[in-house]
């Protein structure tokens, strides 16, 4: 494939996965209106799954696999599609479910396209979208093209001390890991400017993307929570990676400009992070 025919191919998966995720996140909307409740509980009795998520998932598939049946998908809430293109379709059907069951207005449909193997498993995502249904907002990228939202070029802010950064990140599920993850932000804490819980990882690194937060870490995500929002993120102009200098991963992801990235990195190892 010329360089000319990859540019139109991701072109064509982006295109793909904003109207998927449009549909979807018209769909999860009506759905949260209707009314919401625990369908089941997942790693503990607070990790949730709603029947919205689990139906939104459904029809994400549907259209996926109406449009490229040859395409793997890795999703949260059903087993993986195993596919022959080498091409994956990354999904969370409803990041921040949470606040989704809550009806605080901070969920999203997150859906990115991955060549060589899930993202954070090794493989280069193509295109990533994320939209928040509740505030119509859509953030977009396609590898190497930038990212946008509403055609706006995102572009993270730059030029920023850890002293002065506002810093995104998110808790675990289970008690132990919460704990830990205390433990690390009462080291941090001092070293910033504040700390924001958006309680949705995808919509935390458009956060950043967009200049809303500065910085952002997290440890113990899937690949679905990170995958579209690292993409976006980094077509904005972060540095986003995970530990020992690797790639972001379950274990870890940091995200922030380059200068700050290193310092945040460099507080986050001194806190006991092996960032």
């Known amino acids: 494939m010329t360089q000319h025919e990859a540019s139109v191919a991701s072109v064509a998966l982006l295109d793909l996965a904003r109207d998927i995720a449009v549909r979807a996140a018209e769909f999860a909307l009506d759905a949260r209106r209707a009314g919401v409740s625990v369908a089941a509980t997942k790693s503990t009795p607070t990790d949730i799954v709603t029947a919205a998520d689990r139906d939104t998932e459904t029809l994400i598939r549907s259209l996926i696999l ?119 932000l009462l080291e941090l804490l001092p070293h910033i400017r504040d700390i924001r819980r958006g309680g949705s990882a995808s919509l935390d690194l458009c956060s950043l993307a967009s200049g809303r937060l500065d910085a952002y870490y997290e440890r113990g995500l899937n690949a679905w929570d990170h995958a579209a929002g690292a993409l976006i993120a980094r077509e904005a102009g972060a540095q986003v990676g995970g530990p020992h200098g690797g790639r972001e991963s379950s274990e870890l992801i940091v995200a922030a400009a380059p200068g700050l990235f290193e310092e945040l990195s460099d507080a986050l190892r001194a806190a006991g992070v092996d960032a």
């Not at 999203?108 to 899930?118: D, K, L, P, T």
């Not at 280069?124 to 590898?143: D, I, K, Q, W, Y």
């Open 66 to 184: 109406e449009s490229r049946p040859d395409d793997g998908i890795v999703g949260e809430e059903d087993a993986a599609h195993i596919g022959t293109s080498g091409l994956d379709w990354v999904v969370d059907p409803i990041d921040g479910t949470v606040n989704f069951l809550y009806g605080i207005p901070a969920w999203a449909v997150s859906i990115a396209v991955v060549e060589g193997g899930a993202a954070g498993l090794g493989g280069t995502t193509l295109a990533g979208v994320v939209v928040n249904p509740v505030t119509g907002e859509l953030f977009e990228a396609r590898a190497g093209a930038g990212a946008r939202l509403a055609g706006r070029e995102l572009v993270v802010n730059t030029g920023v001390a850890l002293g002065s950064a506002l810093v995104g990140t998110g808790f675990g599920y289970a008690a132990e890991r919460r704990r830990e993850q205390a433990a690390v």
